[in-house]
């Protein structure tokens, strides 16, 4: 299948998007881990978070919806799977796998945990290597270090040396069970992690479920007590992530876009994204419609560590084109771990459009200034939805743009297409 963007002059709505999934994932683990009943309302019902319940289903824990919200029992830090041996597979969701490998160690039964290709060569070394160092049982069935696993606990706590965190999955899949182990868990990171945002961001939800720890300014040492996650009643905020491609089209656009359900002070990462806009030249506000993106004038380059917001920096690519000068974007190695290899799919696909982009010792560079170069194309996601969603803005701007595999978005946010016919167009 192919979807063709149509050009839209100018963009300007309020749109309403699905749950975070970053804060659904949370929710959801932590809720199957607590003392008693919690109830989740706004959940992300998307592909990934699908797997994620699912998931934890097959671990004995008792999920289910009543009154539109998702009711978790959870399993007071013990998860006691039904069967001496639980298989499990998660397609290609990266966060499930990262914090279900560490959940999966607190059972004394065996859980094989497996996935789509593309998640059998994502990075979890760092995560089961210390998982293995402190006692737990993990038996590799293909590649070593990667998935499918075959993960067997308990999980006794103590002290774990994380040696680098690539990802920040990995740390957050430990903080997640720190207060389940025994004896709790002191973790030590080596080198600085990246994306802190979502490391302050699963601190921020464990708190929220009544978790006492201490972290250093820094992220690289935690200590957690043994200690109860409380259930609790909690509304999900609606995803930065995805109001980023809506921001995005307002920037492009020289439009006005506003996002209704998210708060001014929401603590998800990608909320730092509207900070980017700000500096590229566009107006932000608050106000009864929300937060809201104008951009009125013409939109400038930036030169911009997106180490914290590497979902945004296919957005950041894509809106480099239509602005004045050069867009750099630096410290983003570990894009090339994502759900595709996003340093090259960039490099790759805004080339096809004429384009100018080159890729740098930890980033990208993306020349601007030059739309009238820029020429349709068919457009390779890599079954990526954050590729397909933000050349769904260079659609906005350049004539024939067509997404391939457009269904890929379900990954996130299964709505997208209808949304942006409706926000873009106008479309019911």
Not at 371 to 380: K, N, S, T, Y
Request: overall charge positive; hydrophobic content about 40%; charged content about 25%.
């Amino acid at each position: 299948m192919i979807k063709e963007i149509a050009p839209c002059p100018r963009v300007e709505a309020a749109v309403y998007v699905p749950g975070s999934k970053s804060m659904t994932h949370r929710a959801i683990f932590m809720a199957a881990l607590a003392l008693g009943t919690t109830t989740l309302r706004g959940v992300l019902y998307s592909e990934d978070t699908t797997y994620t319940v699912d998931a934890l289903k097959r671990l004995g824990i008792n999920i289910w919806t009543e009154d539109n919200a998702l009711k978790i029992k959870g399993a007071a830090g013990r998860p006691d799977p039904p069967r001496d041996r639980t298989e499990i597979y998660i397609g290609n969701s990266g966060t499930t796998a990262r914090f279900l490998c560490s959940l999966a160690a607190l059972s004394k039964k065996e859980v094989l945990i497996t996935g789509d290709e593309r998640l059998k060569k994502r990075p979890m070394k760092s995560l089961l290597r210390v998982l293995v160092e402190n006692g737990v049982d993990i038996d590799f069935l293909e590649e070593e270090w990667h998935l499918p696993v075959l993960i067997k606990g308990p999980l006794v706590g103590g002290l774990f040396l994380l040696p680098e965190a690539h990802s920040s999955q990995f740390v957050s899949s430990l903080l997640i069970v720190g207060p389940c182990a025994r004896s709790g868990m002191e973790l030590a990171i080596k080198e600085p992690p990246f994306s802190k945002p979502y490391i302050r961001f699963t601190l921020e939800m464990m708190r929220r479920y009544g978790i006492n720890y201490w972290a250093s300014d820094d992220l690289r040492l935690f200590r957690i007590p043994p200690q109860p996650y409380r259930s609790r009643d909690i509304t999900i905020e609606g995803d930065a992530s995805s109001a980023a491609y809506f921001w995005a089209a307002a920037a492009a656009t020289k439009g006005s876009m506003s996002i209704i359900n998210i708060p001014s002070r929401s603590k998800q990462p990608d909320i730092g994204f509207l900070k980017v806009l700000k500096e590229m030249g566009c107006d932000i506000k608050h106000d009864r419609m929300g937060l809201t993106v104008k951009a009125e004038t013409g939109l400038v380059g930036v030169d911009v560590d997106m180490n914290d917001m590497p979902d945004q920096v296919p957005t950041l690519a894509v809106l480099g084109l239509f602005a004045e000068g050069r867009t750099i974007i630096r410290n983003v190695e570990h894009l090339r771990g994502k759900e595709s290899d996003r340093i090259q799919a960039l490099v790759n696909e805004i080339s096809k459009i004429g384009g100018k982009i080159k890729e740098i010792d930890n980033g990208l560079v993306v020349e601007g200034g030059n739309v009238d170069a820029l020429h349709g194309a068919e457009i390779e996601t890599y079954n990526d939805h954050r590729i397909a969603m933000s050349f769904a803005v260079a659609g906005l701007r350049v004539k024939g743009i067509k997404i391939k595999n457009p269904e890929c978005v379900k990954k996130s946010y299964p709505d997208f297409w209808k949304d942006w016919e409706r926000a873009c167009y106008g479309k019911a």
